[in-house]
């Protein structure tokens, strides 16, 4: 028969401890639970990686600043500290199996923490980004892998980036592969950097998927980037910080791409998509590339997803070997378009979209052309 530990026991070891009877024993529990330090935690994939952890039975600290959504996870023991001033004195003490960073964006601040936090976290975890590649640089005949060279940080980036406002659109990738470098060099073999591709679902502040269940729910000609064939790839936040966890509580080390889908999805059929998912009266409109950009729409941001010519693609063969799945694109979609509709500021100013005006604009140009 197992004897229980206290609680006040199983706090101060690193792994599963042995079983100890101490007199005046606490609550009796079982062998300590695992923690789990996220740098972060607390906007948009922070809450599913922090939800599947204490699903999963682990203690949860959270290191941030404490200014956004204080009110998500009031029970979780807050560590308070601005990466900005390089501020990790809260985090001078204490051990926790694993750290999940999802708030690194700046080498040196990465290079300040992993040095605090060595020899009392069993394994780190980075997230970075799919924008760490020089596609320019990597193979055309092939989607781009975990071994396709990446863009290095200038002397200027790396001199002028002192905070996380610093950065920039360039500077995004090249600094994000700069903290991945400080992360293996501080933790080696004990270290897992996961590169997401464009992240969406509820909660997104970016709008740039959300626009399009918005979009076409509210029906009527759309526009979209002609010719419709050309793929899109994502990743619904609640697969990512699932995954994430799972992928560091089963100790997975080494680099791993993690966006959608293991087969391709197009442009047309993402937005048919929403228009049965939504059950939308949309009819949609696909315009040439060239005509577009005549009429001065932008792509990426203002109308969302699109990247002329196509963008690459990335290869997912060992983010689905170790484990990660998606769930249907119909179930993101409509969850995004609820939450859209029910939670998101409609206060706050669409960061990603046509203008309708603008839309209504370009489509009679092209039926006028
Ligand atoms: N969105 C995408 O499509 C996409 C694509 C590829 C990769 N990624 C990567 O995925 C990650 C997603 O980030 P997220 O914002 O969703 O993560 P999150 O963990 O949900 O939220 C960011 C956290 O960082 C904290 N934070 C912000 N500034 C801080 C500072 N100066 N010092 C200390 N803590 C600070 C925030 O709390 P306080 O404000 O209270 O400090 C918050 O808890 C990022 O690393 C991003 O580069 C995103």
């Given at each position: 028969m197992e004897i229980p530990l206290t609680r006040r026991a199983a706090l101060g070891a690193l792994s599963s401890a042995p079983a100890l009877a101490l007199a005046g024993a606490e609550r009796p529990i079982g062998p300590r639970p695992?923690?789990?330090?996220?740098?972060?935690?607390?906007?948009?994939?922070?809450?599913?990686?922090?939800?599947?952890?204490?699903?999963?039975?682990?203690?949860?600290?959270?290191?941030?600043?404490?200014?956004?959504?204080?009110?998500?996870?009031?029970?979780?023991?807050?560590?308070?500290?601005?990466?900005?001033?390089?501020?990790?004195?809260?985090?001078?003490?204490?051990?926790?199996?694993?750290?999940?960073?999802?708030?690194?964006?700046?080498?040196?601040?990465?290079?300040?923490?992993?040095r605090l936090l060595e020899g009392r976290v069993g394994s780190y975890c980075l997230v970075s980004a799919l924008s760490v590649y020089d596609e320019a640089a990597a193979r055309e005949d092939a989607p781009i892998d975990e071994g396709a060279p990446v863009l290095e940080p200038t002397e200027a980036m790396l001199r002028d980036t002192k905070r996380i406002q610093d950065v920039t659109g360039a500077s995004y990738g090249p600094l994000k592969a700069a903290c991945e470098d400080e992360v293996r060099a501080a933790f080696g073999d004990q270290s897992l950097v996961v590169r997401p591709g464009l992240i969406v679902g509820p909660e997104d502040s970016s709008d740039r998927f959300t626009y399009w269940p918005a979009r076409i729910a509210r029906g009527g000609e759309v526009l979209a980037p002609g010719p419709g064939t050309q793929g899109v790839q994502f990743i619904d936040v609640r697969d990512l910080g699932q995954w994430i966890f799972e992928a560091v509580a089963a100790g997975r080390t080494g680099t791993l791409n993690a966006v959608g889908f293991p087969?391709?999805?197009?442009?047309?059929?993402?937005?048919?998509?929403?228009?049965?998912?939504?059950?939308?009266?949309?009819?949609?409109?696909?315009?040439d590339e060239e005509f577009l950009q005549a009429q001065e729409v932008g792509p990426w941001m203002e109308l969302p997803l699109w990247i002329p010519g196509g963008g690459r693609t990335f290869a997912l063969d060992r983010a689905i070997a170790a484990g990660l799945t998606f769930r249907p694109v119909g179930d993101t979609i409509r969850d995004t378009q609820a939450w859209q509709l029910e939670s998101r500021d409609a206060e706050r100013p669409w960061r990603a979209g046509l203008d309708p005006e603008k839309e209504a604009r370009v489509l009679a140009a092209w039926h006028a052309r």
């Open positions: 695992k923690r789990l330090l996220v740098l972060g935690g607390t906007r948009f994939l922070g809450p599913p990686i922090v939800r599947a952890a204490l699903a999963a039975g682990w203690e949860v600290t959270l290191f941030n600043r404490g200014r956004s959504a204080p009110e998500l996870f009031p029970d979780l023991e807050l560590r308070k500290g601005d990466r900005n001033e390089l501020d990790y004195a809260s985090l001078s003490e204490g051990t926790w199996d694993a750290v999940i960073d999802t708030s690194a964006y700046v080498p040196a601040h990465v290079e300040a923490v992993a087969t391709e999805l197009t442009f047309a059929e993402l937005l048919h998509g929403c228009k049965v998912v939504l059950g939308a009266e949309a009819t949609f409109t696909w315009v």
